[in-house]
Structures are given as structure tokens and as C-alpha cells.
């Protein structure tokens, strides 16, 4: 069991390193974003009170990440059956969907490479399709900005926080690193959907965001610890954190961005456009030096090096494991 775990793992975090999610290919995301759409309609349609829509979105919580985690479950089990050893190949291919090292590189590079050709247009036009901010109109500081702070937010939900729960469910006898990390995704994906505060999603998505929140907390804070040791400057990392962080609305998104921002010595935060409307983010670290491509590409590396600490930490711990019960 111990050793499989393992396995799974490292072929997991190996294909997100070669692969990542290729274009065109089924992913368990699509299936729970369709899902959530098709729910998310049925209730608009039929439920109007504000107390009903909040029950279904505890419904609608609850429901997708528990079902998510026992779909894992069951396909490994599934795949057990039909052919010993196959559970291996599934699980590492499920595993690696919960990883988004590589997309997220992918997506940062899709607006780095037209930038730094010089062409804005096109490097708006991507970015718009990762970002929520208006993007026609921003300068190429504010693209990086923005590239920066996509990069740095997503490296917790959506690299980091799902590997948590993949080994935190390795360790657990019965349970596994899928069905774990299957769940958070779903709860992750829940809150990029409707955990929003404002309408229509207000009292629908109230409960997936608030959950979202907590189910991230620990995972983030890691994160905090990690990439302040890789700095050099762990103290300080925590401290510009605990100073600018806290003032963020997310519990969770300004303290990821703010480690990674005193990290590498940049400011974060500041106007962003919404459909028009200018909201206004906190200032996050200190201004030291300009946003600049290289600096991204550093805190990616960053991401991947904390990736790979926690990743080759618990593949270690599982196959001692594993040769403990062997004697």
C-alpha cells in the first residue's frame, strides 16, 4: 500500500511535469464545472427565496466533494478489479489532474511570450482568458502585475494546496491521494464558480466559498513557511505577511501573494477593473523593484521547488514506511 502511494505520486507529479492537462483531453474539472452549471440553472429557475438557495448550495457543496472524493475512490477500486495494477496507472493519471504546475506555467507563458515581443494586444488578449480584471485598456506594468498575481494566488489552490491533500490521503490507510485531492479540486473549482458575493451566486455560493477558505487555510499557511525558507528570510517573509496580508479580503490569496511578493522583493495589490467598476486590492509587500518577466518565471520556480520539497518529503516517509512493514 505504502509503496503504491508512492508510486502513484511520482508518476503523477511526473506526468503534470511532462504533459500537464493536454488541450482537448476529458478532465474531472470539466465534469464538475458542468455539473455545477447544470445545478446552479436548475436552482435559479426553481428556487427564488435567499434561505432556499443557500440550502442548496450547502446541498450543492457537500454533494460535489463528497462525490468527487468517492468517484476517485470507486474508479480505483474499478480498476483494481478489472486488472491488478491498473489502479496504479488511474490513480497517477486522476492525481495528475489535480495538479496544475504545468498549465499554470503554461497560461503565465501565453501572456509573457506576445509581451515581451512588444505586442499588447495580444498579450490582453490572453491574459483576458485567465483573469477576471478588465484587460483592455492595461499597461504592460499592470499586465505583469496581473501575471504575477495569478501566478502567485494560484500556486496555493491550485498547485499546492491540492498536493496537501494528496499527502495527507497517502498516509491514510483505506483512503489514498485521489480521492483527497479530487475533493479539494471540487471544492476548489466550486468557489471559482459561484463563490462569489455578488448576484446571482450570493446565497448560492456562500457556503462553497466559506469552505473553500478553510479547507485552503492550512495548506496556504504551509505555503507561507515553504516559500519563506526558500527566501533565506523566513522571519521576514512572515512578518511583511502578517503586516500586509490580513488587510486582503481573501483569507487565504493575499498571503500567498504577499510571500512570494516580499520573496522577491515586489508590490502587489492596487485598481483593478471589474465589468467597468475600479475595486481597489491592498498593497502586499514593499516595493523594491519593478515586476518583470524574469521575476515571474522565479516565482514559478519557486512553486515548482516548494513542489517538489513536500512531494519527494512524503515519497520518502511512504517507502520507509513500506520497508518498515516489510520486516
Known amino acids: 500500500m505504502w509503496f503504491e502511494q508512492a508510486a502513484i505520486l511520482a508518476i503523477a507529479a511526473g506526468l503534470d511535469f511532462c504533459l500537464g492537462d ?31 438557495q443557500r440550502l442548496a448550495g450547502i446541498v450543492l457543496g457537500v454533494g460535489l466533494i463528497v462525490g468527487s472524493g468517492l468517484t476517485g475512490w470507486a474508479l480505483l477500486w474499478l480498476a483494481r478489479v478489472v486488472q491488478p495494477g ?3 496507472l488511474v490513480g497517477a493519471v486522476l492525481l495528475a489532474s489535480c495538479f496544475a504546475g504545468r498549465s499554470l506555467r503554461r497560461a503565465a507563458e501565453d501572456v509573457l ?9 495580444a498579450a490582453r488578449q490572453q491574459l483576458s482568458r485567465y483573469v477576471g480584471r478588465d484587460t483592455a485598456d492595461l499597461n504592460e506594468a499592470e499586465i505583469l502585475r496581473a501575471v504575477m498575481e495569478t501566478v502567485t494566488e494560484n500556486a496555493t489552490d491550485g498547485v499546492l494546496a491540492p498536493l496537501f491533500y494528496a499527502l495527507v490521503g497517502a498516509f491514510l490507510p483505506g483512503v489514498g491521494s485521489v480521492p483527497l485531492a479530487l475533493a479539494y479540486k471540487a471544492a476548489s473549482t466550486l468557489d471559482s464558480m459561484v463563490g462569489y458575493r455578488e448576484a446571482p451566486y450570493t446565497d448560492l455560493g456562500w457556503f462553497s466559498a466559506r469552505l473553500e477558505d478553510g479547507l485552503t487555510w492550512l495548506p496556504c499557511r504551509l505555503v507561507v513557511v515553504t516559500i519563506g525558507l526558500l527566501s533565506g528570510q523566513p522571519g521576514r517573509v512572515w512578518r511583511i505577511c502578517r503586516r ?19 520573496t522577491l522583493g515586489v508590490q502587489l495589490g492596487g485598481p483593478n477593473r471589474y465589468r467597468g467598476v475600479i475595486k481597489v486590492k491592498p498593497k502586499l509587500a514593499d516595493d523594491l523593484q519593478p515586476i518583470t518577466p524574469d521575476l515571474i518565471r522565479q516565482a514559478m520556480d519557486l512553486t515548482r521547488s516548494a513542489f517538489l520539497i513536500g512531494l519527494c518529503s512524503a515519497v520518502a516517509g511512504l517507502i520507509g514506511r513500506g520497508l518498515l512493514n516489510l520486516r
Do not use: R
Open 244 to 262: 500586509d496580508a490580513i488587510a486582503d479580503p481573501s483569507p487565504n490569496a493575499g498571503w500567498s501573494e504577499c510571500a512570494y511578493a516580499a
Open 22 to 52: 493536454p488541450w482537448g483531453w476529458p478532465h474531472p474539472v470539466q465534469v464538475m464545472g458542468w455539473g455545477i452549471g447544470v445545478y446552479s440553472q436548475a436552482v435559479f429557475k426553481v428556487i427564488k427565496a435567499p434561505i432556499g
Open 113 to 121: 511570450q506576445p509581451l515581451q515581443h512588444g505586442d499588447l494586444a
Open 86 to 88: 491498473m489502479d496504479l
